[in-house]
């Protein structure tokens, strides 16, 4: 009454031995410059609340798991050729949120010999409706390399492609320990035809040399 302005606030009520919530509005009506009468509305905001909180509840849980998976997901609209990314993609590309993918730019992060590989799975994803599933190397936005897993797969609607739907995972960990086992696997094999050679040396200057080459060659050690 005395501000002469409309006015809004929620408030908690027990109720039936529940907590409901409530929004109020009221408005002064002015006549001659006084307020004559308050009229308002009250609102039940009990539903909208429970549903508001389950569904900050599903999102904190999502973004959860993409964190502790490493998994991003990101959406393409191709009429508009605009990208929308989750905070973890963001991260996997060590790039600010909130700035705006642009699909040239994204492509261009990926090492050369993988770009084409992407684009003719992206090309085809929007153009055939095919699906694709990679794995390629990102240089980051801070320089750093890493090894992705990323997915896509085109959203129809009246039978025309409106959009492309993927995902993306951090899986640099994993190709580094297939690395090392495969370079283990393969100094393994290496000792293996080695011991073939061994045996079959007559001298001792014979075993002498293969071993140094061995050393050399194999484990990278200076004979």
């Known amino acids: 009454i005395q501000q002469k302005e409309p006015l809004e606030y929620e408030e908690t009520i027990p109720l039936d031995g529940h907590r409901t919530h409530w929004r109020t509005r009221l408005a002064p009506v002015i006549i001659n410059g006084e307020v004559r009468q308050i009229v308002g509305t009250t609102q ?6 429970r549903r508001k909180k389950k569904l900050e509840r599903q999102n904190d849980l999502f973004r959860r798991a993409q964190e502790i998976a490493n998994v991003g997901a990101w959406e393409y609209d191709v009429e ?4 929308w990314w989750t905070q973890e993609v963001y991260r996997i590309h060590d790039r ?11 492509i261009s992060h990926y090492c050369s010999e993988h770009r084409n590989t992407l684009k ?5 994803a ?11 190397c990102l240089d980051t936005d801070s320089g750093e ?5 990323t997915r896509g797969e085109p959203q129809w609607e009246n039978g025309e492609i409106v959009r492309l739907r993927g995902t993306i995972q951090d899986i640099t960990d994993r190709k ?6 495969q370079n283990r696997q393969e100094k393994v094999e290496a000792l293996y035809q080695a011991t073939g050679q061994l045996l079959q040396a007559e001298t001792r200057e014979e075993v002498a040399d293969f071993l140094v080459a061995l050393a050399n060659e194999e484990l990278g050690h200076p004979g």
């Open 44 to 49: 039940d905001m009990t539903e909208q609340r």
């Open 80 to 83: 508009t050729g605009t990208s």
């Open 96 to 106: 600010p949120s909130g700035e705006d993918p642009i699909r040239s730019d994204v």
């Open 120 to 124: 003719e799975a992206f090309r085809g």
């Open 126 to 136: 929007i153009q055939n409706g095919e699906s694709y599933d990679l794995e390629l």
């Open 145 to 149: 390399r890493k090894w992705v897993r």
């Open 176 to 181: 580094r320990r297939e690395e090392a086992l």
